[in-house]
């Protein structure tokens, strides 16, 4: 019993001290300018909301999510081809439905669809021989080419690279044998290789296959260390004092600064002592996960939490590196930091599933 009790307090400390130093730096972005004025009190509502869902997840049978996991993937296929035709188009990517007091965005669901539905997939496969493992690969391919297609579309490059890494990560922890992953490896070097060269010595073919908007985005990409939002962020970085509390007191202006700059705005409000708590918080909860992963006994279970897991770790890898300007800047929110509604109801959702497949186990035992 005590065991449980600690256990609980290890994960609810460092997960609180984020959700506080979200909403402190929410409540601080309406003072950098009006278009954040309702940044504070929305955040809250979507952690209201989150924490609603978890409580509510434990009447439901979490083996239901998975028998119905291909009926909500195709869903979602319907919502991504939908935001394309219907969806508001901000910061030059039609990413989002419209719903009046919310803005969903299909691509950040599609992460909970895919997951349930890959872990389903993947978990009832017993490969036994070469021609079993290479259909296999080719259904594995499909279902991931189709979502990344059509978030491709919006564009919202950020998706694809986490429906890529839960796919590779998931496909490790199949049957499938591991030198398949030296041909994966090759095909994707050729590919990538064969993009550059494309990209450096023949534009105007890739141009013509791929459109001029595409190539701006690349330029982007690839010159991310040029322009006003990593330079602020830096300097945010850079000259912020060890320890400070300022929520009212604006200090360098970051565009964007709530959502995918939300680290470089912890230090305008409590300085790096911020950002190291951050990451502190972040290595426990890190830890908590992956030794509560390895618990689980259910092969669909545990290959679920180990794509929450890398979503969880990508996140936090990549945003931060944004924000320390080694890593282009790609919209990827850091976990339960970042303001949006989508991500945050989806991460929550994660929980919400992982929580109560550990609930049912327990009153089973009970």
Request: with cysteine; aromatic share 18%; charged share 15%.
């Given at each position: 019993?005590?065991?449980?009790?600690?256990?609980?307090?290890?994960?609810?400390?460092?997960?609180?001290?984020?959700?506080?130093?979200?909403l402190?730096?929410?409540?601080?972005?309406k003072?950098?300018?009006?278009?954040?004025?309702?940044?504070?009190?929305?955040?809250?509502?979507?952690?209201?909301?989150?924490?609603?869902?978890?409580f509510?997840?434990?009447?439901?049978?979490?083996?239901?999510?998975?028998?119905?996991?291909?009926?909500?993937?195709?869903?979602?296929?319907?919502?991504?081809?939908?935001?394309?035709?219907?969806?508001?188009?901000?910061?030059?990517?039609?990413?989002?439905?419209?719903?009046?007091?919310?803005?969903?965005?299909?691509?950040?669901?599609?992460?909970?669809?895919?997951?349930?539905?890959?872990?389903?997939?993947?978990?009832?496969?017993?490969?036994?021989?070469?021609?079993?493992?290479?259909?296999?690969?080719?259904?594995?391919?499909?279902?991931?080419?189709?979502?990344?297609?059509?978030?491709?579309?919006?564009?919202?490059?950020?998706?694809?690279?986490?429906?890529?890494?839960?796919?590779?990560?998931?496909?490790?922890?199949?049957?499938?044998?591991?030198?398949?992953?030296?041909?994966?490896?090759?095909?994707?070097?050729?590919?990538?290789?064969?993009?550059?060269?494309?990209?450096?010595l023949?534009?105007?073919?890739?141009?013509?296959?791929?459109?001029?908007?595409?190539?701006?985005?690349?330029?982007?990409?690839?010159?991310f260390?040029?322009?006003?939002?990593?330079?602020?962020?830096?300097?945010?970085?850079?000259?912020?004092?060890?320890l400070?509390?300022?929520?009212?007191?604006?200090?360098?202006?970051?565009?964007?600064?709530?959502?995918?700059?939300?680290?470089?705005?912890?230090?305008?409000?409590?300085?790096?002592?911020?950002?190291?708590?951050?990451?502190?918080?972040?290595?426990?909860?890190?830890?908590?996960?992956?030794?509560?992963?390895?618990?689980?006994?259910?092969?669909?279970?545990?290959?679920?939490?180990?794509?929450?897991?890398?979503?969880f770790?990508?996140?936090?890898?990549?945003?931060?590196?944004?924000?320390?300007?080694?890593?282009?800047?790609?919209?990827?929110?850091?976990?339960?930091?970042?303001?949006?509604?989508?991500?945050?109801?989806?991460?929550?959702?994660?929980?919400?599933?992982?929580?109560?497949?550990?609930?049912?186990?327990?009153?089973?035992?009970?």
């Open positions: 019993m005590k065991t449980n009790k600690l256990k609980k307090i290890t994960f609810l400390i460092p997960f609180s001290i984020l959700l506080f130093i979200s402190a730096i929410m409540y601080h972005a003072f950098i300018t009006n278009t954040y004025a309702s940044h504070f009190k929305k955040q809250l509502l979507w952690y209201i909301i989150g924490i609603v869902i978890i509510l997840f434990k009447k439901i049978k979490i083996k239901k999510l998975f028998d119905y996991s291909f009926l909500f993937y195709l869903i979602n296929i319907g919502l991504l081809i939908l935001v394309l035709f219907i969806g508001s188009n901000i910061n030059g990517a039609k990413a989002w439905i419209d719903l009046k007091y919310f803005n969903l965005q299909p691509s950040e669901l599609m992460k909970l669809s895919y997951s349930l539905f890959l872990a389903k997939f993947i978990s009832k496969k017993k490969l036994k021989n070469k021609k079993e493992e290479l259909l296999f690969l080719i259904e594995i391919l499909g279902i991931f080419l189709i979502p990344s297609f059509l978030v491709f579309l919006e564009p919202d490059t950020g998706a694809i690279i986490f429906y890529g890494a839960i796919t590779l990560v998931l496909l490790w922890n199949s049957t499938l044998r591991k030198r398949w992953f030296l041909i994966i490896g090759i095909f994707l070097m050729i590919f990538i290789c064969g993009f550059f060269y494309c990209y450096f023949e534009k105007d073919f890739l141009i013509s296959i791929l459109g001029t908007s595409f190539f701006y985005r690349m330029d982007r990409l690839l010159n260390r040029e322009g006003m939002q990593i330079e602020h962020a830096l300097i945010a970085i850079g000259s912020a004092d060890f400070k509390f300022s929520l009212t007191k604006t200090g360098i202006y970051i565009p964007e600064s709530p959502t995918d700059f939300a680290f470089a705005l912890t230090s305008n409000v409590f300085g790096l002592f911020g950002n190291i708590m951050i990451i502190i918080c972040f290595f426990l909860l890190d830890w908590w996960f992956i030794n509560d992963w390895k618990t689980k006994k259910k092969k669909e279970e545990k290959l679920f939490y180990l794509s929450f897991i890398t979503i770790l990508l996140s936090q890898i990549i945003n931060i590196s944004m924000n320390l300007g080694i890593f282009p800047i790609i919209g990827i929110p850091l976990p339960f930091i970042s303001y949006g509604g989508s991500s945050t109801i989806v991460l929550f959702l994660y929980l919400a599933i992982i929580f109560s497949s550990k609930q049912k186990k327990k009153t089973h035992r009970v």
